[in-house]
């Protein structure tokens, strides 16, 4: 008798952009590098390019203005996607401060990708502050979401040089280059079970993970000082 198939993991995406995130999550699926599957996309911005990117089947949008409070959107963004009863959530360049009962409603199954290398820079605006403060190295986070604003736990990172003469823009671009391998690594971890968020911990294969795990030149997280990757 064979045994069951395990089913992909179901991730749902929230998106304000382009989708350029989301795209290299697409693209890691068809291309069988990440067992997993959407199961919705979801935006605060109906116009956002990245809805387009899945078929109309997967699209959920809605304006803010179009309801009574924070809260009252947040409340309808959730039940929406508790409708397509995903394994996890990520923040995809989604660019609303998310609410504490949504953030609540989902923990432990809520991750986001963010431009700096946190704890430095939450919040936006982070290449130009990196530039300003005259940082030699910049880069990007994958955190576990919690209600204060880019604080939740730390999964990984990657790193590029701030180099003379960047301005935000080129930074920027710099930084994209990483995000997109760099969530993607972190999510094959999520899939396969090894990655949980307990508390205010967060464990791989069951021990808490102290330190961000970094992306190589190779896409591989490594555990710092590691010679191998996890």
């Known amino acids: 008798m064979s045994a069951t198939p395990t089913r992909p993991d179901r991730i749902a995406v929230l998106v304000s952009g382009r989708g350029s995130n989301l795209q290299a999550i697409l693209d890691a699926i068809d291309a069988g590098t990440l067992p997993a599957h959407i199961v919705g ?99 990007a986070s994958v955190h576990f979401v919690i209600p204060e604003l880019d604080a939740g736990t730390v999964v990984a990172q990657a790193r590029v040089p701030v180099r003379p003469g960047d301005d935000a823009d080129a930074l920027a671009a710099r930084v994209l ?27 791989l294969d069951g021990h808490a993970l102290f330190t961000p795990l970094l992306l190589d030149s190779a896409g591989a997280l490594r555990a710092p000082g590691a010679d191998g990757p996890v």
Not at 101 to 123: D, T, W
Not at 177 to 203: F, K, M, N, S, Y
């Open 41 to 139: 996309v979801f935006s605060d911005k109906p116009s956002a390019a990245a809805l387009e990117r899945v078929e109309p089947a997967l699209r959920w949008s809605a304006s803010p203005k179009d309801y009574a409070s924070r809260e009252a959107f947040d409340a309808a963004l959730g039940d929406a996607i508790e409708a397509t009863q995903p394994d996890w959530i990520v923040c995809a360049g989604y660019l609303r401060i998310l609410c504490d009962a949504f953030v609540e409603r989902f923990q432990g199954r809520l991750l986001n990708i963010h431009p700096s290398l946190l704890p430095k820079y939450p919040g936006l605006r982070t290449h130009a502050r990196a530039i300003a403060d005259g940082e030699a190295e910049h880069g």
């Open 177 to 203: 280059e990483v995000e997109h391998p760099l969530l993607l690594a972190v999510l094959r971890l999520a899939v396969a079970g090894r990655l949980a968020e307990r508390g205010t911990t967060t464990t």
